[in-house]
């Protein structure tokens, strides 16, 4: 039975036998999954392995082949642009390169989709970026040009500005690349803190074994305004699961645990001197 997109039980994103080629380069063969609400999977797999096409084809910027997409109950793979601009209000997206607008500054950044896309007053668009660059650290970079930031703070006013909204879907393509690792993790915060405090439901695509185990493992509460991330078992991070895929295909789908201590012969040399401790 399909659930009416209202239904707090319709799933988040579902795609049902997706495929996807480039003339006669076949990227995803009969891809399906779905997404709960408020929980998050993490896309592993070699490069050029369709991760980042999957979430392509979620905002609607790719068609596929074959297959049926839905985002909140709603099919969109044979949705018209107007109906799809609807749809993809409800989806933040966080880009590799970030691709801030290097003219504007973090509060126009972080504001964008507030000042451009609603009739919401300046003043409450305002409040709004300042509560959301509170939630990722950076209320005292608001007047700064993306310029003046690190790397990681420009990576930190990119989660801003897809969160600003109050968007129910989040989507990560690689967010901790090309990062060190202590950088890598703040932004790991930054994720678990949107996934369990906000109730937001996420994909993240990645190549970096650690920074998705941490994710996966670790968990963001508040309490009396204070928030803190602080460790988890494996076998309670139900709210992040893992997809490896390999030849276009879902390989592997399950928990961390299932993953990190699987006697498959792929997965054990996919994750080769990538596994805990570090």
């Keep these: 039975m399909t659930l009416p ?13 997706v495929s996807f080629a480039f003339d006669d380069h076949v990227v995803l063969r009969d891809v399906s ?3 709960p609400r408020g929980t998050m999977k993490i896309l592993l797999g070699a490069s050029g392995g369709g991760k980042s096409i999957i979430l392509k084809l979620i905002l609607g ?8 997409i839905f985002i909140n109950g709603e099919r969109i793979d044979t949705m018209p642009e107007n109906d799809l601009m609807r749809v993809r209000a409800d989806v933040g997206m966080l880009f590799q390169e ?3 607008f290097d ?7 972080v504001g964008y989709r507030l000042y451009e896309e609603t009739d919401m007053p300046l003043d409450e668009a305002r409040r709004r970026v300042e509560e959301v660059l509170g939630f990722v650290g950076l209320e005292e970079h608001i007047d700064k040009m993306p310029s003046a930031l690190s790397g990681g703070q420009r990576r930190r006013v990119a989660i801003g500005r897809a969160m600003a909204a109050r968007p129910n879907l989040l989507l990560f393509d690689d967010p901790t690349v090309g990062l060190d690792p202590i950088t890598a993790t703040s932004i790991s ?19 970096q074994i ?7 493992t670790h968990a963001a509460t508040r309490d009396e305004g204070r928030i803190s991330i602080h460790a988890i078992p494996e076998h309670e991070s139900a709210r992040a699961s893992f997809i490896v895929l390999h030849e276009g295909r879902i390989y592997f789908e399950g928990s961390i ?19 805990p401790p570090w």
């Design 210 to 216: 650690r920074d998705a185990h941490y994710v996966a």
């Design 257 to 275: 645990t299932e993953l990190l201590h699987s006697d498959d012969e792929f997965l054990k040399t996919f994750l080769f001197m990538t596994l």
């Design 103 to 109: 003219s504007l500054t973090v509060a126009e950044n």
């Design 189 to 207: 915060d930054e994720i678990v803190k949107v996934r369990d405090l906000q109730q937001v439901s996420a994909i993240v695509v990645t190549h």
């Design 61 to 68: 910027l790719l068609k596929p082949d074959g297959g049926k």
């Design 98 to 100: 970030t691709a801030l």
């Design 5 to 17: 997109p209202s239904h707090p039980d319709t799933p988040a994103i579902v795609l049902e036998h």
């Design 33 to 35: 999954f779905s997404l």
